[in-house]
Structure formats: C-alpha cells, structure tokens
C-alpha cells in the first residue's frame, strides 16, 4: 500500500504542541517510507518527532440493502489501510536524496522524460542539496484490511453475488480481495466449476507474466511484443483467468467494451496441457457475464480455427448479420 500509494497522510505534533496533518507524495526506499519538503517548511517542525505516516484504499461501498432489504445498519465500506510510526528522520546523504526523488519521479510520472536523478549531476546537484527529505522506518507498520473477515460465509456470499450483478466500477476486484482475505469461504456461484480450476473474475499485474508467458508464441500476436501485450491487458475493462490447484494461471480472457453497445474479446488462451477440458469454454463464460460487457448488444472477436468454441456462445460469421446499409469494415494498422 505504501509502494503503490500515489498520496499518503502525516500527522505529529510540533515543538509548540500543535498538530499537524500534512497531504505528501511518497515513495518506499530500503525500508523507509520517504517524502521530500522545502527545508523551511511546516514538515520540518516535525523532525526529530514522532510522527504517523497513514495510507488508505476504498475497495468497495457495500449499500444496507446487499444484506437487508429494510434495516439501514448493515451499510458499510471495504477498505484497506496502513499506518507506521516512528520518529521522523531527516536523510542527508546525497546518494540516497537523489534516490528517493528519483522514485517519486518513477512513481509520478512514469512514462519518463526527464534525465535520470543523480546527486551529482550537474542538473541536479544544487537541487538534491538544498530539498529536504524526510523517512520513517517501516519498522513500524500496522495494517488492516475490512474485506468482510467480520461476516459469515453466508453473508460474505452474498455480498460478492450483489457486487458481481451490480458491476459498479472496482466491485470485481472487490471479489477477489475478499476471495484472498477469507479463503475457506466457499467458492461464489458465478464461478463456480467443476473442472478442477479455481476461477478469478479479475487478474491483475500480479499475473501479466503467466498471462505473457501463455499468450507468448500465439498466432494472433505476431505482429505485437511483450510490451504492447502488457499494456494491452492492463488497459482492459475486463480480464478474467483459470488457475490449476497448484495455483498456476491456465487460462485467460480479456475483453474491451463500452458498456453499451460493443465489447471486444482478446487473447483468449489455454495452457496446452489443459486443452479439450473445458477451461476455454469456462473463462469465456466468466468474461461473457463480466458486468462490463453482459450488457453489450455485439460483442465481436476474430479467430482462425475456434470458430466452434465460440459458436456454442452464440457467436455466427460476421458476415451473416444483415444490415439495412451497406458498410466497410476498415482498420488503421500502424
């Protein structure tokens, strides 16, 4: 949470007795969350003091009706929050300075364009020098998560089977969050299998390099690399998966869509030893029912030999759909 965090919370008290509660950007180095200020700043009353360092994530706002068709009391939020506390140290040491700003540009602007930040470059030298950078220890880090570890595998049930038909954006990633904070919890109807798979309604960059790894070699993606494919599933509005009971990825599906009216289906691959098991059909089910694209009036793909597959979803040659106009189907190929 500290790593991915883009904002984070700092709250002590000054030599005077006052409270402070500053807003900062801040990055994780060697243990240390790290944030940078001007040396006279108000953050430098803080130096020397002990300090509280807070970071906070809304997964998902569950409404009182998921769990009660009458009584309001049952409203609540998931969330997950991380704090650390300790004294807040200054961090002098010009190799180090030049470090942490360089991940805070990482952080917050990734995409680059600027020269690499080195404590002795000429373009930065007199900058490192004059900033102030301030650490805590991570040592001191508390976490708590609310995924629903306070209910019973009955209401958590519930609570993912409301999330999955309302579809709001974040509630399919709320699913898993609770999938991985309650594991006995039985497993939802929506993706229930029973084909030894355990299925997920949302992968994330935790699975791009199986994802990558399946998909490397397939026809479809002769003319893309590695990077486009990362970039590619990382930009989906859904990508679902299949894992083995040894826990690795064995199928996978995204799907691009409005919302409305079009969604596209990609890179739909099953690991070659699972073939023929039904796994294609099951990942395909999941994205078909994923919120963002159920409601789609087309949905259209393109294949080379799995036109059967497809077929038993309802899918026909693009070519028989009748049109009261004529049209082109037209690409730009960069």
């Known amino acids: 949470?500290?790593?991915?965090?883009?904002?984070?919370?700092?709250?002590?008290?000054?030599?005077?007795?006052?409270?402070?509660?500053?807003?900062?950007h801040g990055v994780v180095d060697d243990g240390w969350v790290c944030f940078h200020a001007a040396p006279a700043g108000e953050k430098t009353s803080l130096l020397g003091r002990q300090v509280v360092v807070s970071?906070?994530?809304?997964?998902?706002?569950?409404?009182?009706?998921f769990l009660d068709a009458e009584r309001a009391c049952p409203a609540t939020t998931l969330f997950r929050g991380a704090q650390v506390r300790g004294v807040l140290m200054a961090i002098d040491e010009p190799v180090r300075k030049a470090r942490v700003l360089q991940r805070l540009m990482e952080k917050l602007q990734p995409e680059g364009g600027h020269a690499v930040i080195e404590a002795q470059s000429p373009l930065y030298r007199a900058a490192v020098k004059g900033i102030l950078i301030g650490g805590v220890?991570?040592?001191?880090?508390?976490?708590?998560?609310?995924?629903?570890?306070?209910?019973?595998?009955?209401?958590?049930?519930?609570?993912?089977e409301q999330l999955w038909k309302r579809g709001a954006p974040g509630d399919v990633r709320a699913i898993e969050l609770m999938r991985e904070a309650n594991p006995t919890t039985p497993t939802p109807t929506f993706l229930q299998?029973?084909?030894?798979?355990?299925?997920?309604?949302?992968?994330?960059?935790?699975?791009?390099?199986?994802?990558i790894g399946l998909l490397r070699g397939e026809y479809w993606n002769d003319v893309f690399s590695e990077d486009d494919l990362r970039r590619a599933h990382l930009g989906s509005t859904a990508w679902v998966g299949a894992r083995a009971p040894d826990g690795q990825l064995v199928g996978t599906a995204r799907a691009?869509?409005?919302?409305?009216?079009?969604?596209?289906?990609?890179?739909?691959?099953?690991?070659?030893?699972?073939?023929?098991?039904?796994?294609?059909?099951?990942?395909?089910?999941?994205l078909l029912d994923h919120p963002a694209v159920r409601r789609c009036q087309r949905v259209r793909l393109g294949t080379r030999d799995a036109q059967s597959l497809y077929r038993r979803f309802g899918f026909v040659d693009v070519a028989t759909i009748k049109r009261p106009y004529a049209t082109t189907e037209m690409v730009l190929a960069r």
């Open 1 to 24: 949470l500290f790593r991915t965090a883009e904002t984070m919370q700092v709250a002590g008290t000054n030599a005077e007795g006052e409270v402070l509660l500053k807003s900062l």
């Open 55 to 65: 970071v906070e994530e809304t997964v998902a706002r569950l409404p009182s009706y």
């Open 256 to 286: 691009l869509s409005d919302g409305g009216k079009y969604a596209w289906v990609y890179d739909v691959c099953v690991r070659s030893d699972w073939r023929g098991r039904g796994v294609g059909q099951a990942v395909m089910r999941i």
């Open 193 to 211: 299998n029973e084909l030894g798979v355990r299925l997920h309604a949302a992968l994330d960059e935790r699975s791009l390099d199986e994802t």
């Open 137 to 160: 220890s991570l040592e001191g880090a508390t976490a708590k998560a609310k995924l629903g570890q306070n209910r019973n595998d009955e209401a958590r049930l519930k609570v993912m």
